[in-house]
């Protein structure tokens, strides 16, 4: 039974050997093993992340240079070629072609994101396809294989 008496630390809890600055005796007193003066010898004393010591850091040397669109529109892109496939492999039954069937089947992986299609390959199946954005390749491929295009976006 343990008593406040002859309590002690779970076996593993404790790393230091050592107790620094505990006096002369222990024969790490006085500076408690940090040096003399300078930054790292005060207490709360640390360096910012990236200080390399007073030198310019990394971060300000490499040169910047660019410019981010902040309304850039990245879209979802899906090739007619996939369209086809989807078709070959019974996937797509009804001809109906939209942003939740697409999701539904995996194609397309964010519902919240535009979705633009592409005209990279060839289509011979009939489809109703509804999407953000196409390409004039894809809708004259939709459209010259019976099928209609709603652009809504």
Not at 19 to 33: D, I
Not at 86 to 104: A, Q
């Amino acid at each position: 039974m343990k008593h406040i008496g002859n309590l002690s630390p779970a076996p593993g809890s404790r790393h230091k050997k050592k107790r620094v600055g505990r006096g002369a005796g222990s024969g790490h007193g006085g500076t408690a093993t940090r040096g003399h003066k300078g930054h790292q010898s005060r207490s709360g004393g640390h360096q910012s992340r990236g200080f390399e010591g007073g030198q310019m850091t990394l971060t300000r040397r490499i040169p910047k240079f660019g410019f981010t669109n902040i309304n850039r529109v990245e879209y979802q892109e899906v090739n007619v070629a996939t369209l086809q496939r989807l078709v070959d492999e019974k996937r797509i039954t009804d001809g109906v072609v939209s942003k939740d069937v697409l999701l539904s089947l995996g194609v397309i992986r964010v519902k919240s994101a535009p979705v633009k299609i592409l005209g990279n390959g060839d289509l011979s199946a009939t489809l109703n396809v509804s999407c953000d954005k196409i390409s004039a390749a894809a809708k004259s491929k939709i459209e010259s294989a019976g099928g209609a295009v709603t652009v809504h976006g």
